[in-house]
């Protein structure tokens, strides 16, 4: 089984990239199943029904957030009433929506898993790490093939979840920081590990925000109201997993990067 995970999909670039690349990918890595982080559709941040509903038609299977999943109030429309949208596992339980779900994938159940880090993040989240073992426990035996998306700043607590999970999921790869790091394994557990997919959207940006915008806040640091980049070419960034459906043990993991004009 072949699983395609995509990077933080950002503003009208990304889709963009999206809509340009993704079937083409289908069909050159023989792709099963698709997740993407869709936190930052909305422009800068958010997600909007509609741009949800996008992804849903372009073929993506479940859409993973983080920490902008409450930026739009319009969310409220779908968080919790279509499961293929996932908020963090370890927001609050008073907050609508879930964080794991398992998933038809041709016959063979697939589970997601959605978690945040807590490190520099400034959000008073549960552990993540508690919430994976609750979210293990809700998947129970109903899948073998288990993904996990690690929304988290700091590197250290990213690798920290890839080793605590090895073994006992398909995969655990990062979002959040919009930058695709090369330290991708497979570790001794047969859990693919990727510290962080990346970003699809504006390569002429600060991680998708007008970079003379970003600069100008870095020179004075003084708030400024941020807006996303949408000069061309935009980057479509992701991950493919192979993995064996009968065990949930990955064989595989290779990077993506792609331009598109």
Avoid at 33 to 40: D, P, Q, W
Avoid at 109 to 125: Q, Y
Avoid at 230 to 238: A, R, T
Wanted: with cysteine; charged share 20%; net charge neutral.
């Amino acid at each position: 089984m072949n699983i395609l995970l995509i990077g933080d999909i950002c503003g009208k670039p990304g889709r963009h990239a999206v809509h340009q690349v993704l079937k083409k990918i289908r069909t050159d890595y023989s792709i099963d199943f698709i997740v993407a982080n869709g936190e930052n559709m909305a422009g800068v941040v958010g997600i909007q029904p509609d741009q949800f509903r996008f992804l849903i038609d372009q073929g993506v299977d479940v859409v993973t957030t983080g920490n902008h999943i409450w930026a739009k109030k319009e969310v409220h429309e779908i968080i919790g009433k279509d499961s293929r949208l996932l908020r963090p596992h370890n927001y609050p339980s008073e907050n609508p929506g879930s964080g794991v779900g398992v998933f038809d994938c041709k016959g063979t159940p697939v589970a997601v898993m959605n978690l945040m880090g807590r490190v520099g993040m400034n959000f008073p989240l549960d552990c993540p790490f508690k919430a994976g073992e609750r979210a293990l426990a809700e998947i129970g035996g109903r899948a073998k093939v288990i993904l996990v998306d690690m929304h988290a700043e700091a590197t250290s607590e990213k690798r920290a979840m890839g080793w605590y999970l090895d073994g006992r999921v398909s995969s655990v790869t990062g979002t959040h920081t919009h930058v695709m790091t090369a330290d991708e394994e497979i570790l001794p557990g047969g859990t693919a590990y990727l510290t962080d997919i990346g970003m699809t959207g504006c390569i002429a940006s600060v991680i998708g925000v007008k970079k003379e915008i970003a600069i100008k806040r870095f020179l004075t640091s003084a708030p400024a109201r941020f807006e996303g980049a949408e000069d061309l070419p935009y980057w479509f960034q992701g991950v493919v997993v192979s993995v064996e459906p009968l065990t949930g043990k990955a064989t595989k993991i290779e990077r993506i990067r792609q331009t598109v004009n």
